[in-house]
């Protein structure tokens, strides 16, 4: 859009008033009342990552308060808005629009479109979540007393159980603030989910069937239909939680007949799925990049969709794992135990197919595989910390304590956060053309590698030595001391690895080497066109004869159609 | 010129075998919101009998005949307006087109003299018992679907009649269509669940 409205402008003269007014209009065009799935996607990843700042300052002054025993540094009003912010941002403010994010940047770019299937229900979709969470973290000026559930921030968690969530317990608008800004986030998530199958099915490039699409595609369609399934439960519990507040209905409120654990369900109905819809995607860039750096073809791809798929379904029915402590009947508990531990099987398969295909391959350890493996390794440890809380009768000892705390901060740190800096090193290239530095990649990965496991590694085993969730302090002599202050330290290093990050992107924006089209040597569609993509993303689409289209193209000699079932 | 020789042909370049756009969107919608309705029918069906006072469901409801005649017929209407506009017969479009907006507000007038004999009779709101708050959760989600869908019947039919191209837009009034038949669906559903199961 630039390069097409500047030459005009020149050629009406160098008025600086003028210059003012052309640098907002293309700002405006550009960045507001955009409709291109390449601005949005970077908007997307850029609003997630401011919010990705406020949550993770929060998540530092949780840590602060806990460091030592008795410490005051917060008081346990605020220390109960932290835990909800943090949480509730870094679900549905961070993880969210970073996956709509990278599903809008890449998906027309890897199935060779010109863009997403609506273009303008994407941009509604991205202004909708963006003022879903200005909303969120407008409840701060909203403070009309400091006890509990008066007013500023939300303090319910961000599970938000009834009946504290009732009018008589949370009397003044931060609950409201809650419901009302997931609300806005979860129909952003719906119209981008939407899109997104209409995109897969609908405007796929000549040749590419839906054999040939690439997996991180197929993973993010298996996404867009949790998205539709599982999102619902909570937007009605939400509806009927404001019809309790305002019309005085009686969903959840026990002093009529109303049920807790009728909110717990639902809230877990959509919770649980909402775990794999944020790990999915972070599975989707490992799919992608594994097999670039390993110079090797995926391996057992039709297992990876199989697995993805099933993933998709299983997951719908796995929720109640997160109430064993509820109290549920026997069989109840049998049935989720059993459920929950056959969602490892899928998951197993694709940590075998991932291993499969670095197996025998000629691997460059380059920022994006670091963090891949990194990924393998505390997914794996994640999954099995996992399997021990499914089973029910070890749930009901840890179960809301700080070892379910440690086990999904690994899934989403160490599981989700280290794909998506991954996905961000590997396309950073395409998106800007420029390269970040891969020494600061480097000294970015291992500071956030060791922060990491200083500060959830031995929140394990507070969480076995009996320390709940959600306090605010703690008394000493409970043997808890050392593993929180070691766990504050390694949030401070996590901290510094981040500001690396920052630097590492600010410098190759400006200083940072020419990326040129295809810097890793890659084989699917985005690589084919320029970095940064036009507006029109191809301005000749290469012929897709299978799943690896520009491997075709790079050895016409041994071509993959020669060997895939069309 | 050997080795060019030699290369394998690529093969004739395949069809991408793509999906039509507005079917798949609307399709995912409907999905999403068959899932929203669920949520509503579980909570209906959890709190049945569970109202310690106030009315009870056998006491106050009656069964909705002429409004279920009402809407289903209007399933009817609309697919025949569908069909009208596919063989280009504009008159008899906007006759069925407009058959199926009365037949909508009429369901939803039925249900204004219901709630309106509920609240004032017999004094039943969403806050009289968990009966109360359940019945008018679900009846009025589904109430807000036929709303939207008259809305967009509406539009469609001032635009039809005040001279738009009506064969142009015949995806697009397919695609309403199946949301009308939707919602005359979710209808059959609630109907089951608040005046035959849960009465």
Partial sequence: ?566 | MSTAASLPMNPPIDDARNFDKGKVGLISLILTEVSLFSIFVTAYIFYIGKSASGPQPVDVLTVPVWATICLLSSSLTAELAVRAVRQDARSRFLAFLGATILLGAEFMRQTAVEWNKLINTDHLTIATNVFGTTYYSLVGLHATHVVVGLILLLVAFLAALSGANVGKHEHRLHLLSWYWHFVDVIWIVVFTVVYVVGR
């Fill in chain 1, 1 to 566: 859009m630039a390069s097409i409205s500047h030459p005009l402008d020149e050629g009406h003269g160098h008025s600086a008033a003028r210059q003012k007014a052309s640098f907002w209009s293309t700002f405006v065009d550009q960045w507001i009342i955009t409709v291109d799935h390449k601005h949005l996607g970077l908007m997307y990843i850029i609003v997630a990552l401011l919010f990705f700042v406020a949550a993770g300052i929060q998540g530092g002054l949780i840590r602060m308060q806990l460091m030592y025993p008795n410490n005051t540094f917060l008081s346990p009003q605020v220390f109960n808005e932290m835990f909800t912010m943090h949480g509730t941002t870094m679900v549905f403010f961070v993880g969210m629009p970073f996956i709509a994010g990278l599903a809008n940047y890449l998906i027309p770019l890897m199935i060779g479109a010109r863009d997403m299937a609506f273009p303008r229900l994407n941009a509604l979709g991205f202004w909708i979540t963006t003022l879903g969470g200005i909303l969120l973290y407008s409840s701060y000026f909203a403070w009309t007393g400091s006890a509990a559930g008066t007013g500023g921030a939300p303090d319910v968690g961000w599970f938000a159980y009834a009946p504290l969530t009732e009018k008589a317990f949370s009397p003044g608008s931060s609950t409201d603030f809650w419901i009302l800004s997931v609300m806005l986030s979860s129909i952003g998530s719906t119209v981008t989910a939407i899109n997104i199958l209409a995109t897969a099915l609908c405007m796929r490039t000549k040749g590419m069937t839906l054999s040939r699409m690439p997996l991180l595609v197929w993973m993010f369609c298996v996404v867009s239909f949790q998205i539709l399934v599982a999102l619902p439960p909570l937007t009605a519990a939400q509806i009927m939680l404001l019809l309790d507040r305002f019309m005085g209905a009686h969903f959840f409120d026990t002093n009529a007949v109303g049920d807790a654990v009728l909110w717990r369900h639902f809230f877990w109905l959509f919770g649980h799925p909402e775990v794999y819809i944020l790990i999915i995607p972070g599975f989707a860039c490992v799919t992608e990049i594994i097999p670039v750096f390993a110079r090797k073809p995926i391996f057992g791809r039709a297992a990876m969709i199989g697995a993805s798929v099933s993933i998709g379904l299983i997951s719908l029915g796995v929720w109640a794992h997160h109430m064993y402590t509820v109290g549920l009947p026997s069989r109840a508990n049998i049935f989720f135990s059993v459920a929950t531990m056959l969602v490892g099987v899928p998951t197993g398969i694709k940590i075998f197919n991932w291993i499969a295909t670095m197996w025998g391959g000629r691997i460059r350890f380059r920022t994006p595989m670091l963090w891949c493996i990194a990924f393998l390794f505390h997914f794996l440890l994640a999954g099995l910390t996992g399997i021990m809380l499914a089973v029910a009768p070890f749930d009901w000892q840890l179960g809301n304590s700080y070892f379910v705390v440690a086990h999904f901060h690994y899934t989403l740190i160490g599981g989700l956060l280290c794909t998506l800096f991954a996905g961000v090193a590997y396309w950073f290239p395409k998106a800007t053309g420029r390269m970040l530095s891969e020494k600061l990649g480097k000294w970015h990965f291992w500071l956030m590698i060791i922060g990491f496991h200083v500060t959830f590694d031995g929140l394990h085993i507070a969480g076995l030595l009996g320390m709940p969730r959600r306090i605010y302090t703690y008394p000493a002599g409970r043997g808890w001391e050392g593993f929180n202050y070691f766990s504050t330290w390694g949030v401070a290093i996590q901290a510094v690895a981040i500001l690396i990050f920052v630097w590492n992107v600010l410098d190759a924006l400006i200083q940072g080497k020419k990326a040129g089209n295809d810097p890793w040597d890659a084989w699917t569609l985005e690589w084919a066109t320029t970095s940064p993509p036009p507006e029109y993303n191809f301005a000749v689409l290469p012929e897709v004869h299978s799943s690896r289209p520009l491997w075709d193209l790079k050895h016409p000699e041994d071509p993959d159609w020669k060997y895939e079932q069309s």
